[in-house]
């Protein structure tokens, strides 16, 4: 199974090696961070394979996902970045000066992850503020993956993400979510719409918004791909919640 197609977004595609391995990569640089349990990372990347390889490298990490809408208004995005405290970021290289120029205000204590393709040393040369860290995540050759969590399995009540709003009538407002709504509403989104392998997910809303959790986790129970206005089709099988996402996603490799 480590060799089938997870990800397709136009011509290009990764398999469940790929992304497992992308994903344990940006865990273990997160664990070297020495952060706690249920920590706040904030996810600044545009929908693709890497905002994928962060969301679950960040659950990996027993911490919580809050995903920055990258074409959000500038005063939206600072405005969720110190509500929620974000101290913590995972981007790319094409979303770190916009990144950066948010963290004025937080830069002494600001932990980057830069997820390249390749060495782009010289392209962040000129980003003194926080701590930046790049890291290269490609581990096609890999024969196994392994996941580990060195601060042990998510409990029920720990928290998974935060969803802001888009505070259309006010200013946004953070929704924490807990492993277990996630479970109950993947179990639920399973049964309901009676979600078989041969399924094909339409998804338009961006990572920021709740559909997305739909999207996202609800495709992990069953093997069926997701379409989206971004091109950007996923084929997980066997995982029925983001608790049990990590214990299943071992045993498949």
Same mark, same amino acid.
């Given at each position: 199974?480590?060799n !089938?197609?997870?990800?397709?977004c136009?011509?290009n595609? %990764?398999?469940?090696?790929? %992304?497992m391995?992308?994903?344990? !990569?940006?865990?273990? #640089?997160?664990?070297?961070? !020495? $952060? =706690?349990?249920?920590?706040c990372?904030?996810?600044?990347?545009? #929908?693709?394979? #890497?905002?994928?390889?962060?969301?679950?490298?960040?659950? @990996?990490?027993?911490?919580?996902?809050?995903?920055? +809408?990258? /074409?959000?208004?500038? =005063?939206?995005?600072?405005?969720?970045?110190?509500?929620?405290? $974000?101290?913590?970021?995972?981007?790319d290289?094409?979303?770190l +000066?916009? $990144?950066?120029a @948010?963290?004025?205000?937080?830069h002494? &204590?600001?932990q980057?992850?830069?997820?390249?393709?390749s060495?782009?040393?010289?392209?962040?040369?000129?980003?003194? +503020?926080?701590?930046?860290?790049?890291?290269?995540?490609?581990?096609? !050759?890999?024969?196994?993956v392994?996941?580990?969590? =060195?601060?042990?399995?998510?409990?029920?009540?720990?928290?998974?993400?935060?969803l802001?709003?888009?505070?259309?009538?006010?200013? *946004? #407002?953070?929704?924490?979510?807990?492993?277990?709504?996630?479970l109950?509403?993947?179990?639920?989104?399973r049964?309901?719409?009676d979600? =078989?392998?041969?399924?094909?997910?339409?998804?338009?809303? *961006?990572?920021?918004?709740?559909?997305?959790?739909?999207? $996202?986790?609800? &495709?992990?129970a069953?093997?069926?791909?997701?379409n989206?206005?971004?091109? %950007?089709?996923? /084929?997980m099988?066997?995982?029925?919640?983001v608790?049990?996402a990590?214990?299943?996603? /071992?045993?498949?490799?």
């Amino acid at each position: 199974r480590q060799n !089938e197609t997870a990800l397709v977004c136009g011509k290009n595609t %990764l398999t469940y090696k790929q %992304l497992m391995c992308s994903a344990h !990569e940006i865990a273990l #640089k997160l664990g070297s961070f !020495e $952060l =706690s349990k249920e920590h706040c990372v904030g996810i600044y990347i545009e #929908k693709s394979f #890497k905002a994928v390889e962060a969301i679950l490298g960040t659950l @990996f990490a027993n911490c919580a996902y809050v995903p920055l +809408d990258v /074409k959000s208004p500038e =005063s939206q995005v600072s405005y969720i970045i110190n509500d929620c405290q $974000l101290s913590t970021f995972i981007t790319d290289i094409r979303s770190l +000066d916009s $990144l950066t120029a @948010f963290l004025t205000e937080r830069h002494e &204590t600001a932990q980057i992850i830069v997820i390249t393709d390749s060495d782009c040393d010289e392209a962040i040369d000129n980003h003194t +503020d926080g701590l930046i860290t790049t890291l290269s995540c490609s581990c096609q !050759e890999a024969d196994e993956v392994e996941i580990a969590l =060195s601060s042990g399995w998510p409990q029920p009540e720990q928290l998974a993400s935060v969803l802001y709003t888009s505070g259309s009538t006010g200013a *946004p #407002k953070g929704v924490m979510i807990e492993h277990n709504a996630l479970l109950v509403f993947t179990e639920w989104a399973r049964t309901y719409f009676d979600v =078989s392998n041969d399924d094909c997910f339409a998804s338009h809303a *961006p990572l920021n918004f709740d559909l997305s959790l739909f999207d $996202l986790f609800t &495709t992990y129970a069953n093997q069926i791909s997701r379409n989206d206005t971004n091109q %950007l089709k996923i /084929k997980m099988s066997e995982l029925h919640s983001v608790e049990n996402a990590i214990r299943r996603l /071992k045993n498949i490799f």
